[in-house]
């Protein structure tokens, strides 16, 4: 099995490769393969296992590239629920102020689930130049209606955003961290 069965959605905030008709599963060869083409295409991609977003569960195998993750957001009603596969992820959830209500560092083998709760303010850092997580929501799915950027969100790039993410992800990296 190759990517090419996936159907591929790039209008996203990254490259989506969904179930098509009859997939139930995802291989490790097919996570290599989306690692592959996360470098190849130096962007940060995932493996939809729905078919689209009106599925009553929303599973992902997400590859993210340091330096190139998200936003401070939150999902409005829905918990969401990480897992990380391959490569080492900050978690860190953040108060409608901005301010750090707890950090996690997530290690595969280590760590098998964490929990972000329903409205909580988060946003996932990739300690690794690439790390490859699963995450799962409920659906549907709205892009506009179920996801919110509190408004002490960065610009993408400035570089207040680049020197907080350094300083969470060196904060959760050293023993006995009070945020964890």
Same mark, same amino acid.
């Given at each position: 099995?190759? &990517?090419? !069965? ?8 990254? $490259? ?11 291989? +490790? ?26 599925? /009553?569960? !929303? ?11 998200? &936003? ?26 901005? =301010? ?7 290690? /595969? ?24 997580? %699963?995450?799962?929501? %409920? ?10 950027? /509190?408004?002490?969100?960065? =610009?993408?790039?400035?570089? $207040?955003? +680049?020197?907080?993410?350094?300083? !969470?992800? +060196?904060?959760?990296? !050293?023993?006995?961290?009070? +945020?964890?």
């Amino acid at each position: 099995m190759t &990517l090419d !069965q996936f159907r591929l959605d790039a209008s996203g905030m990254s $490259s989506a490769f969904f179930l098509t008709s009859g997939m139930h599963r995802v291989l +490790a060869d097919h996570v290599d393969q989306l690692e592959g083409f996360s470098k190849l295409h130096s962007t940060n991609s995932r493996i939809c296992m729905f078919t689209d977003s009106a599925d /009553p569960l !929303q599973a992902m195998i997400i590859v993210q590239r340091r330096g190139m993750d998200s &936003l401070p957001r939150r999902l409005v009603n829905k918990p969401k629920l990480f897992m990380p596969l391959r490569g080492n992820l900050v978690l860190v959830r953040v108060g409608d102020d901005g =301010d750090v209500v707890s950090r996690e560092l997530l290690q /595969p083998g280590r760590d098998l689930l964490t929990c972000v709760a329903p409205a909580q303010v988060y946003v996932d850092l990739p300690l690794d130049e690439m790390t490859t997580h %699963l995450e799962i929501t %409920l659906g549907p799915h709205d892009r506009v209606a179920d996801r919110d950027f /509190p408004r002490f969100t960065w =610009d993408r790039g400035s570089e $207040s955003r +680049a020197a907080w993410r350094e300083q !969470q992800v +060196a904060l959760a990296t !050293q023993p006995g961290d009070v +945020a964890r």
